[in-house]
């Protein structure tokens, strides 16, 4: 035993002791002497005597270079050690997240056990067995579950409930609907003169009669009628004191920036509670189908959101040239229970609606697209009304039908004349040469519509021309290089004043010269 404890002790000692403390030792003594400070000074000294002016210079020198090497040394010391805290408060803020995590998703788990024995409880409060609902079938209309072991009461079907309810409530409450007796004696100058005596007299705003033939005669062109200007002119109580003059008050819309798909004019199909979550508009659009009623919805600051995201599938829709194609498709299955006036899980638009959106132009809104103006009426409303004395004046019972009747006499009565048509022609040549715009064939048909009911409600053709050039083509202008245009928007005013008059076109030069002060 004396040998081997012996050999141990001289082994572990060469290697412990002379090998790794002579390491360490070696490793404090060099770096001791490299900061040995007293010692350079001593050193320098000797020989201070013996270097003369050049040798000093030199050794001035080399200890500049010295101390220049201590303070890199050193600088990469604190550098390191830097480094190594940050790296190490690092890990310490990923644990303490991940600890946090940790915590929150124990709490989650404790939140979702709680709500689960809510609804047991709520389940139970209904008589039934967790796990049942009479909102939870299987796609065939049984409850998913085997008819073993149920009682009588367990025993539900669809058919004992709506998936629409707010529709539903429409079924029963017009089940026995009457149509009231419409005035078909009106006409279209009527309606104006009443609706503006009824504003005034009734709900105190005043309308120029110029804005209200426009409103009237946008009816016959298209669904989608955009009210725009600057705020505080009427935009939205103008369609919101239509409603109440025609008895059927118009439903509104507020848009809100987060709009961003047809769920939020049509509502959305929850899958959880097997139920639709149902929207105004879609009750409204609904109750429409029993009616002849005239129906407006007003989609109040309609492009706070992009109106071309969330009014896509209506505007599509409602262009198609059959109105048997004007159907929106809800859901994919068919209830018994479904709403009376749904089929296949479809809804057949309205053709007694008509959607009127208002519009204010600042920084806190989207540019509305040439897709959504090109489908629609812009109406310009940028001065309020002056007071006028007007007799009270009492409701109006309105068919849609007796409108739409007296829309298509206009066109009859009124058609746009040949040589009106011709000028168009011509005008289009010129406005694609000069401009490489084109008005398209919509636009042509728009104009047909448009101008014959505009003339009926009391203007004149050349005017409804002129709105029409206006506020569907020259507008297309402002998305141009104005600079590049400028003296081709003059040759423009001068071919309107040869052609149509220097007395007519008033609307279309007028925007023509705000242009060009633009440029």
Not at 286 to 293: G, L, M, R, W
Request: glycine share 6%.
């Amino acid at each position: 035993m004396g040998a081997i404890t012996k050999f141990m002790g001289d082994f572990l000692e060469q290697f412990f002791v002379k090998g790794v403390w002579g390491i360490l030792k070696g490793i404090a003594l060099g770096i001791a002497n490299i900061f040995n400070i007293p010692k350079y000074i001593t050193i320098f000294k000797g020989y201070a005597s013996e270097l003369g002016g050049g040798g000093i210079a030199l050794a001035v020198l080399a200890i500049i270079l010295v101390l220049a090497v201590l303070a890199g040394i050193a600088f990469l010391l604190v550098l390191l050690f830097r480094k190594y805290i940050r790296f190490r408060k690092t890990v310490v803020d990923q644990e303490e997240l991940l600890n946090e995590v940790a915590s929150l998703n124990r709490e989650v788990i404790k939140l979702t056990l709680e709500k689960e024995k809510i609804l047991a409880m709520k389940v139970s409060q209904l008589g039934l067995r967790p796990g049942e609902s009479p909102y939870l079938e299987a796609p065939d209309g049984s409850d998913g579950e085997s008819d073993e072991g149920k009682g009588e009461d367990s025993d539900k079907h669809d058919e004992d409930y709506s998936r629409f309810y707010k529709l539903t409530q429409v079924d029963i409450e017009l089940e026995d609907y009457q149509p009231p007796e419409y005035d078909n004696e009106i006409t279209l100058p009527g309606i104006i003169d009443m609706f503006r005596n009824f504003a005034a007299s009734r709900m105190g705003l005043y309308y120029e009669p110029g804005i209200i033939r426009l409103f009237i005669a946008a009816f016959s062109t298209t669904r989608l009628i955009i009210l725009q200007g600057i705020s505080g002119t009427g935009k939205t109580s103008l369609p919101y004191s239509f409603g109440k003059f025609i008895q059927n008050d118009a439903t509104i819309a507020s848009v809100q920036p987060s709009w961003r798909d047809r769920t939020e004019l049509f509502g959305y199909f929850n899958e959880f509670t097997r139920r639709f979550n149902e929207t105004e508009v879609l009750k409204k659009m609904y109750e429409a189908t029993y009616k002849e009623d005239v129906f407006v919805t007003i989609l109040d600051e309609m492009n706070i959101a992009r109106v071309e995201y969330y009014f896509a599938e209506l505007l599509s829709i409602l262009e198609m040239p059959s109105r048997d194609e004007w159907v929106v498709s809800l859901v994919p299955s068919v209830w018994p229970t479904d709403p009376k006036h749904l089929f296949d899980g479809k809804l057949r638009l309205p053709e007694n609606m008509w959607y009127v959106g208002t519009i204010n132009n600042d920084d806190s809104t989207f540019a509305v697209t040439d897709k959504v103006y090109d489908r629609a009426i812009p109406i310009d409303i940028n001065t309020k009304g002056k007071y006028f004395e007007a007799p009270w004046t009492d409701h109006l019972t309105l068919s849609y039908k007796h409108l739409e009747e007296m829309f298509r006499e206009a066109k009859v009565k009124h058609k746009v004349s040949e040589e009106s048509l011709r000028k168009l022609s011509e005008l289009d040549d010129y406005v694609i040469e000069h401009f490489r715009l084109a008005f398209g064939n919509r636009i042509v048909k728009q104009l047909e519509d448009f101008v014959p009911a505009f003339v009926a409600c009391g203007g004149t053709e050349i005017d409804g021309l002129d709105f029409v050039l206006c506020h569907k083509i020259l507008r297309k202008f402002e998305a141009l290089n104005l600079s590049f245009i400028r003296d081709e928007i003059g040759g423009l005013i001068t071919y309107l004043n040869k052609h149509f008059g220097k007395s007519n076109m008033k609307e279309s030069k007028d925007y023509l010269e705000r242009l060009q002060k633009l440029i």
